[in-house]
Structure formats: structure tokens, C-alpha cells
């Protein structure tokens, strides 16, 4: 079945000046990665991407957005006409209570910054999930494991993909990934280190998977 997939990939910035800003490191390449993976699969793909430096992957639609404010916007916006919402950016949790329009000068500039909490993206869309599938990454420093499954529950997640990012070759500028698929009905599936456009496939087809059951069960 042809579906409508959202996927948000890449970092957020938020700018305390014009040209400064609070990040990290996701270089957008899991995200990217199955965009075209769910376009090779005859999908319809919306890719909202925060700031990287990535081509466009053939027959997607970009939506470029810099700060986590502005991603939840365009996931709002989008979301409308989307059947699955794949939420691999790395969303900055905190932004700054001061956005200064010309470059602060380090002599009159604070040494402390004062931060104000970013809106959660699931969270905020979590009431217009209805029969979408809506899919988390969890990237931790260490077994990710009891971390994914508390954000699958918190966030209300029909999956989530646990990584630890920590590994160079399953970190966020790496070409591989080694990932553990949590499902919200229990079923947990370590895949070993692979390509992320394989991983990508993977999560694809876990989504086709269990779209075809829902389809069933109705
Ligand atoms: N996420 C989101 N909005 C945010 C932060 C994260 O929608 N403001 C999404 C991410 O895209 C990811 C999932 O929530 O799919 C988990 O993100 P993560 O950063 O691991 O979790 P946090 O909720 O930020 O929790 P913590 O900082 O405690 O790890």
C-alpha cells in the first residue's frame, strides 16, 4: 500500500546571535537514508530537514527548517497528509531565552546563558496520531535500551529505534548503524552493524509490516 511518510532527520540550531548557535552533532544521515528508502518503496515522502549539508534524495519533498520551534511547525503543517511520521532529527531540548539580532560582543556578554526548555515535537503532535504510525529514535551514550523503552511509552510510539551513539561505527557522522527495533507490542529485534540505507530498509519495512495488520485487524 502507497503511503504518505514524514521524516524529520538532522540537528536543530538555535542561534543566540546571527551567528552563533547551540546544536549537535547528527549529521542527517539516518534520516536522509530512509527517505529514499521509503521512495524506493513507492512511498510518498515529506523530508523535513534541519541544517545539513546533504543532497536532496530523488522524488522527496524538502522542507528545510534551522530551529526546533520551526521543525515543529512544519511537522504541524505536514502532518495533515502523512500516514507515518519518522522522527530521527536530533531535536535541540533547549534554546536561548535571548535571541540578540547583531553579533554579541564579548565584552558585554553574560557568562552565563539562560536556556528556556524547546517544545517536545512528539509530544506536541501526539494528539492528532489517531491511525498514524509515528517513529522515535532513541541515540544514547551507553546500553540505550532502558532509555528507548521509556520514551516508546512516554512519547506514545508505535516503534522506536534504539541506537548507542556512543560507537564510532553507530554514531551520528558514520555511513553504518547497529540499531535495536522496540515495538510497542513487545517485540524487540537487534539488527547487527549494517549501512544505514540498510537499517533505513529495515524500518520501512517494519512500518509496511505493521500497516498491513492494522489493515487486517480492522
Ligand atoms: N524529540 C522530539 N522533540 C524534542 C526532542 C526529541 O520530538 N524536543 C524526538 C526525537 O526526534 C526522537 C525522540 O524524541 O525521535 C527521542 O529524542 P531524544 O533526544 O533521545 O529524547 P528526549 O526526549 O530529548 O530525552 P532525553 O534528553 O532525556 O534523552
Same mark, same amino acid.
Not at 551514550?141 to 534504539?162: F, H, M, Q
Given at each position: 500500500?502507497?503511503?504518505?511518510?514524514?521524516?524529520?532527520?538532522?540537528?536543530?540550531?538555535?542561534?543566540?546571535?546571527?551567528?552563533?548557535?547551540?546544536?549537535?552533532?547528527?549529521?542527517?544521515?539516518?534520516? &536522509?537514508?530512509?527517505?529514499?528508502?521509503?521512495?524506493?518503496?513507492?512511498?510518498?515522502?515529506?523530508?523535513? %530537514? =534541519?541544517?545539513?549539508?546533504?543532497?536532496?534524495? %530523488?522524488?522527496?519533498?524538502?522542507? +528545510?527548517?534551522?530551529?526546533?520551534?520551526?521543525?515543529?511547525?512544519?511537522?504541524?503543517?505536514?502532518?495533515?497528509?502523512?500516514?507515518?511520521?519518522?522522527?530521527?532529527?536530533?531535536?535541540?531540548?533547549?534554546?536561548?531565552?535571548?535571541?540578540? =539580532?547583531?553579533?554579541?560582543?564579548?565584552?558585554?556578554?553574560?557568562?552565563?546563558?539562560?536556556?528556556?526548555?524547546?517544545? +517536545?515535537?512528539? =509530544?506536541?503532535?501526539?494528539?492528532?496520531?489517531?491511525?498514524?504510525?509515528?517513529?522515535? &529514535?532513541?541515540?544514547?551514550?551507553?546500553?540505550?535500551?532502558?532509555?528507548?523503552?521509556?520514551?516508546?511509552?512516554?512519547?506514545?510510539?508505535?516503534?522506536?529505534?534504539?541506537? +548507542?551513539?556512543?560507537?564510532?561505527?553507530?554514531?551520528? $557522522?558514520?555511513?553504518?548503524?547497529?540499531?535495536?527495533?522496540?515495538?510497542? +507490542?513487545?517485540?524487540?529485534?537487534?539488527?547487527?552493524?549494517?549501512?544505514?540505507?540498510?537499517? $533505513?530498509?529495515?524500518?520501512? $519495512?517494519?512500518?509496511?509490516?505493521?500497516?498491513?495488520?492494522?489493515?487486517?485487524?480492522?
Amino acid at each position: 500500500m502507497r503511503m504518505h511518510f514524514l521524516v524529520t532527520a538532522g540537528p536543530t540550531r538555535e542561534h543566540l546571535d546571527p551567528i552563533r548557535f547551540i546544536s549537535n552533532c547528527s549529521t542527517g544521515k539516518m534520516g &536522509f537514508a530512509l527517505a529514499e528508502a521509503a521512495v524506493a518503496r513507492g512511498h510518498d515522502v515529506t523530508l523535513v %530537514a =534541519g541544517p545539513v549539508a546533504l543532497p536532496t534524495p %530523488a522524488g522527496v519533498t524538502r522542507v +528545510d527548517v534551522v530551529s526546533a520551534c520551526e521543525m515543529l511547525a512544519a511537522v504541524q503543517r505536514h502532518l495533515v497528509v502523512a500516514d507515518v511520521l519518522i522522527m530521527s532529527a536530533a531535536v535541540a531540548d533547549w534554546r536561548p531565552l535571548v535571541v540578540s =539580532g547583531s553579533k554579541l560582543k564579548k565584552r558585554t556578554m553574560p557568562p552565563v546563558l539562560e536556556l528556556i526548555p524547546n517544545p +517536545d515535537i512528539l =509530544g506536541a503532535v501526539a494528539p492528532l496520531k489517531g491511525a498514524r504510525i509515528f517513529v522515535g &529514535f532513541a541515540a544514547e551514550t551507553g546500553d540505550p535500551l532502558p532509555e528507548a523503552r521509556r520514551k516508546l511509552v512516554d512519547k506514545g510510539l508505535d516503534l522506536i529505534v534504539a541506537n +548507542d551513539v556512543s560507537q564510532p561505527d553507530a554514531g551520528f $557522522a558514520a555511513d553504518t548503524n547497529r540499531v535495536t527495533l522496540l515495538g510497542s +507490542d513487545g517485540a524487540t529485534e537487534t539488527l547487527p552493524l549494517m549501512r544505514k540505507a540498510e537499517v $533505513a530498509a529495515r524500518i520501512v $519495512a517494519w512500518v509496511e509490516a505493521r500497516c498491513a495488520l492494522y489493515l487486517q485487524d480492522r
